[in-house]
């Protein structure tokens, strides 16, 4: 039988050979460019220009969403083509797998600024290597329009498959945290999570499908919300409702007393980049206090910056929408992303097919 | 000797023209096709793609209840959409052929297409506005007293149907359209003169003179309605999947290219099947 890993070479020649279509940017091998593939909070003029300013480059963004597509289309890419990435940070370990990302200075980094928390050394780092940094960090939880519900009531997750609010529910659309938060709010804890724990929570995440109106993405979330169309989102949380608070200040999070999910994105420089002094000068300023607080604040969406010195650069509105004091507390409350194998992934995307399919 | 001389040329000539085209289709069609049906049969061990000939894939398409029924609602919904479009564009393009003044008419058409020129993505949000609780519809139905409780009208499948219904009325209109101007009208005529009323007439024979241009209409409305994943995702609220949203979900974040592929290739038999059928009725009809 015919057995053989295609992951790299093979899929990546073929992909190349038939459709020849190219994703790269264009002018990828100009000297005063750089490529990044990047989360959609890092196209916002207002974050990448000053750094395009000041070291007269063009960066050239492309955004994607989800960690497969990237996968897919760095595996379409020459090595070279691109010089920075930006990936969830529970996947830093299988880029790194990979052999895409290369190794930064630690000494050039300011990881002792970073909230000791979200530095995520076991997953960003490899023999003692540098290979990610946490950039951005925020909670999946329980956003909600204070007006319509009862603040008391979000401080329990268990209200969300409760039939208080049915019909006034939407859950957010991405298996790996609503399988976190409810494994959270059934009293597991996301990093001792088996495939054993997984019927408990598919039970509990279909009472939830049943009383929720809609799952959705992120905008649909985001609408729904601010629309009225819902009162609650689970899985939501600063970065869903933080950058409304200026038009939208009925609208809250909180994270309750189960907890939450903590979720974190890192950056970092590709092995094979042609540019790597200045990919690594984009990875200093984006995790500079400056860059940091520009991150935090992007149009996109906004959340909590890694480095904790960019408060000094951040209004009090907009850390208190953040919030920032509350921190301490938030992070001791929170799990990180359910770290999982091959197999126990496809379980839980399983699972969260199936509530849809409910 | 000078006419066969003569066809060679025509011959080469008539190759060299459709040249282009073929290799277009093959190198972007045939050949990407080919590899995503052998990929389809690969399979994904841990993170990596191995390929090892197997129909796992498969197996699990028929085995998992939640693969399948994406098929089913796919199906279920693309029936739906199907016939209420066919029963409101034939109306539609029956009155613009027949009711309204030829000079007219073009006006008639670029009115019922309009909505075409803005980008799908950005209609289906609109839709989800127009039809939300608070959107224009349920305003009006609340304002008239014709209910006392906003519809549900979004994330849910009527959502869906009524998104996709609205693309597709003007899509059938086009060529239900196109069939009935070129009847000729002798045909009206000749049934007027064995005794036919009005009703008779467009039953017993535009009707049936028309019905290619409705197979054509639909057929078309089965393949693009069927292969969508983004009026569903925005205006069904993920209550239900159908098949293209199940096969967007394994390449998100796993990659699972071999299972995508596989479910790619089932709604590709699908597609082929309803080509077949209506293939086959199209050429009963002309013999």
Redesign the interface.
């Known amino acids: 039988m015919m057995k053989r890993t295609v992951s790299g070479g093979f899929a990546r020649r073929m992909l190349l050979a038939t459709a020849a279509v190219s994703l790269l940017p264009a002018g990828a091998s100009a000297q005063d460019e750089l490529n990044a593939l990047v989360w959609c909070d890092h196209t916002d003029p207002a974050l990448v220009e000053p750094f395009e300013k000041a070291n007269n480059v063009k960066v050239n963004l492309k955004e994607y969403e989800g960690t497969g597509a990237a996968i897919s289309i760095i595996e379409q890419s020459r090595p070279g083509d691109w010089d920075v990435l930006v990936i969830d940070a529970v996947d830093v370990p299988r880029a790194i797998d990979m052999d895409i990302l290369g190794e930064m200075p630690a000494d050039k980094l300011p990881l002792n600024d970073l909230f000791p928390e979200v530095r995520m050394d076991a997953t960003t780092t490899k023999g003692g290597k540098v290979y990610a940094v946490t950039e951005k960090f925020g909670y999946n939880t329980i956003s909600y329009d204070k007006t319509k519900v009862d603040p008391a009531d979000m401080e329990d997750l268990s209200v969300v498959w409760s039939d208080k609010y049915k019909g006034r529910i939407a859950l957010y659309d991405y298996y790996l945290p609503m399988v976190g938060l409810t494994a959270v709010g059934i009293g597991k804890k996301t990093a001792d999570l088996k495939q054993d724990d997984l019927p408990a929570i598919k039970e509990k995440l279909f009472e939830m499908k049943k009383v929720a109106r809609q799952v959705s993405d992120v905008v649909a979330s985001q609408t729904a919300l601010a629309t009225g169309e819902v009162d609650i989102v689970v899985g939501g949380g600063e970065w869903l409702t933080a950058g409304l608070s200026a038009e939208k200040p009925n609208l809250d999070w909180t994270i309750p007393k189960q907890g939450a999910l903590r979720w974190a994105q890192s950056i970092g420089v590709f092995k094979d980049s042609e540019k790597q002094d200045l990919a690594l000068k984009f990875v200093q300023y984006i995790v500079s206090p400056e860059g940091q607080a520009r991150l935090a604040t992007s149009a996109c969406y906004w959340a909590m910056p890694a480095n904790a010195k960019a408060g000094a650069h951040l209004t009090d509105q907009q850390k208190t929408a953040l919030r920032w004091d509350k921190q301490p507390e938030y992070l001791k409350n929170s799990q990180l992303y359910p770290v999982a194998d091959a197999d126990m992934d496809a379980a839980m995307q399983d699972i969260w097919t199936e509530t849809l399919q409910q | 000797m000078a006419a066969t001389a003569l066809e060679r040329t025509e011959r080469r000539k008539a190759w060299a023209f459709a040249l282009p085209a073929l290799l277009w289709t093959g190198?972007?069609f045939l050949?990407?096709f080919a590899?995503m049906a052998a990929?389809s049969f690969?399979t994904?061990?841990?993170?990596?793609?191995?390929?090892?000939?197997t129909l796992d894939n498969y197996v699990a398409f028929f085995g998992?209840?939640?693969?399948f029924?994406?098929l089913v609602?796919s199906l279920e919904i693309t029936a739906t959409v199907t016939v209420i479009s066919i029963l409101l564009a034939y109306p539609l393009a029956w009155i613009i052929a027949e009711r309204v003044p030829k000079k007219w008419q073009r006006v008639a058409l670029i009115m019922a297409i309009l909505p075409f020129w803005t980008s799908y993505v950005v209609r289906s949000?609109s839709w989800?506005?127009v039809l939300?609780?608070?959107g224009v519809v349920n305003q009006a139905l609340l304002w008239l007293g014709i209910v006392a409780e906003p519809l549900e009208l979004?994330?849910n499948r009527t959502g869906t149907v009524i998104g996709f219904v609205h693309f597709f009325v003007m899509l059938l209109t086009l060529t239900i359209y196109a069939n009935l101007i070129q009847l000729s009208p002798n045909y009206r005529r000749a049934a007027a003169d064995l005794g036919a009323n009005a009703f008779q007439t467009f039953w017993f024979v535009v009707l049936p003179l028309t019905l290619p241009g409705i197979m054509v209409g639909a057929f078309l409305t089965f393949v693009l309605c069927i292969g969508d994943y983004i009026t569903p995702?925005?205006l069904g609220?993920?209550?239900?999947?159908v098949l293209p949203q199940?096969i967007m979900?394994q390449?998100?974040?796993?990659?699972?290219?071999p299972m995508a592929a596989a479910l790619s290739l089932v709604l590709m038999v699908v597609v082929t099947l309803a080509y077949i059928a209506c293939a086959r009725w199209l050429k009963m009809e002309r013999t």
Request: hydrophobic share 45%; aromatic share 16%.
């Open positions: 190198f972007f050949v990407p590899y990929i690969w994904r061990q841990g993170r990596e793609i191995v390929a090892t000939w998992k209840a939640h693969f029924k994406g609602v949000y989800l506005l939300s609780k608070g979004s994330a995702q925005i609220g993920n209550n239900e999947l199940v979900l390449l998100g974040r796993r990659a699972d290219f």
